[in-house]
């Protein structure tokens, strides 16, 4: 920690006054041209890019509000981050994927559940640029993820890991990994899980990139063949692993939706542009579908602001998060829906596709198959609706053991 | 919501669930009258408790909540520009309107022109359309089609004539207004020129927000209802409830409500005072379009969650589906607003 300078903050906790020095600094340090040169390039120039604008982001202090004050750039309150994300949303800057496991996930569990000598560990290489990837979901546990199998077994001072993960987000550039695995099988599901930091390096790993329905290939697989992990790598102790990755999930609450949302409110302007392009300006039913459009988008950046407001007074109930999530899920892909209809026959030629770009690059048949990370991933559609009739409605939940007719 | 508002909008809840849902006229115009709900958006230095257009919206809300049928925002628009307009003798018109004589004003846009026969005399022709309870009110306030005049007109002379036209929807007595050149008064004219063209919009917009709010409370109480409902209901040796087709159908509903109230409260903070603003009025016809849509979808779907009991009249489920059905329709009309939006945002891209 000692080598990275403290980023001088100017503004305090005002965050009208961040507002200014948020702009302006997003105007000196976007990098100029950088859609074009990530529209269809490979990986490793966007891994490049995206380091490169992390090291800005750090620097400047902006990566890491949400950290606390010992850290550079954090103690920043809820309201100022919502600035950062909002201008950076305006600027139409890239988004920090590769470091998001990194900057929210891992460092929130690490500073909620880690102990001393692991936020000495880990933290300041997060500053510098070491990726994680969540390791959670494996095949047969998706939205039941407490049916997690991956088996560690304790011998003496380290655990042996013999399973599979899936679905991990930019594993295949991971130093570390956020792994969730089974030490007990005898109780409830939930009661038997346990929580590690996974050296990626470690012997006995190995991580096979998907190639996704995109042509993308932003997640992976990971196998574990008698992996062996120190017990000083676990957060929390044995068995307490669900509620650990509980606080991993809740970590980037609100904010993302944030950003997101205000995204796509400033997309509303390009699919406006992309009409007069297009010639079909004056179509009268995509006019009265974009119409129909703008509320929604609007009452999208509502919720999500509304959200973050009720996190800050502390009220927010169960469900609020569902409502948030599900909402925007619906709206993106209405959005994407939009965009295709739009873009016409032409949109279906393939155009090569933009990393890190945003939920609307204006490659509409991308941007819809995209869209679908909000409706499955980080708890399904389905799952919130679960939860907002369940929790929120007071709707019964189903029986646990209910069995096939 | 300031404290004061909370507590007022709280009295009022109270006050009108005593009243029972779909109340008519008769019962809940006196509670308006006696509880001083008029004047909640009065300015303070008029005598109203200066709570401002989030103030009415509140009780909007409240008054979609209980499906009731007093006339209240005709009547809050008309008190409304009387207090925008500025004249010299409102506070006498505000001390009549809001304590004894009843004022309404069309909710929907119908065909007006003026024709000036005599200099600074100008007649009244055509039809106001959607105007509540104009039986029992003493003046309407109208304004002509071009927005050059905004006048406030009595309602008991020749040259104005009332048709009742009655709608599916119980909570509204519509009426039409036929004016055969009705020659207004200098002093019945409330505002000409650019001065009527901000009040027109200032009306309008007002118009759209009091929609949207009506339509929040009316589409939060119907789920309410309905989720009620599925609780109790067994079928299959089970309350419906249990069924997920159902919870997910009710969990839609719920975002969309949600949505359309979040989407009210900011679009509320988007208009700001300045209501005769364009900012304001895009914000008034957001609000307007989602909130009435998801109130209509609300609808749609509580009356098929609702079974056979819904179809029945003495259920309340079709007090709340007719005025979705008839929000739609008002305002600038259900088939401008989307188009309208689309309009602004690519005039400016
Ligand atoms: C782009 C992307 C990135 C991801 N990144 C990561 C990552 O970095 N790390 C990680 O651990 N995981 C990651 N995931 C995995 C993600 O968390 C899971 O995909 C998600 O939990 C759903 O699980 P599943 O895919 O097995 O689908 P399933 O759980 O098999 O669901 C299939 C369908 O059934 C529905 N369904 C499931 N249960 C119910 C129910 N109770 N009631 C009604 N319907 C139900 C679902 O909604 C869905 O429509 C990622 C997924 C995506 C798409």
Redesign the interface.
Known sequence: MDQIPIPTMTTGGNPEALRAEVRAWLQQNVPQGWRAALTGTGQDAFVDAQRDWFQRLVKAGYATPHWSQEWPGGGRSLAEQKVIFEYVARAAAPRLILFFVALYHAACTVMEWGSEEQKRQHLPGILEGRVWCQGFSEPNAGSDLAAVRTRAERRGDRYVINGQKTWSTLAQFADRCLLLVRTDSSGAPQAGLTYLLLDMRSKGVSVRPIEQITGDDEFAEIFFDDVEVPVSDRVGEEGQGWAVAQSTLASERGLTLVELTQRMRYS??RI??I??ERGV?DD?AL??????L???V??????A??YLLKRIEGTEVAGDAS?VK??YA?TLREFTLLGQRIAGLQGQYQEPFIRGGGMETGNWPFDFMNSYNWSIAGGSD?I???I???R?????R?PKNWTLA | MNPELIELRDSARQVLGESGLGASEHQTWPLVLDLGWLLVAVPEDLGGLGQGLAGACAFYTEFGRRVAGAPYVPAMLAIDAICAAGRADREDWLQRLTTRDYVTTPLADGELTLTSSRPGKPRLSGTAVAVPSADKASHVLVASSDGDCVALVPLRQGGVELRERPTWDRSRRLFDLRFTGLELERDMVLASGSAAQALCRRLATHRDFALAAGAVGGAEALLDLTVDYLKTRRQFGRPLALFQALKHRCADLKAQVAAAEALLQDALQRAGEALDGAAAGAAGREARLLACSAYAHVAEEALQLHGGIGMTAEHHCHLFLKRALLDQHLGRGGNRYDLDLADALLAGA
């Open positions: 509303l302007a406006a542009g009409m007069r300006v009268p006019r009265r579908d974009l119409g129909r703008i509320p929604k609007h009452a999208a950046c509502a919720l602001d509304r409502i599900l909402n619906r389905e919130q609706r679960n907002i009739a369940e929120m409605l007071g709707m019964p189903e």
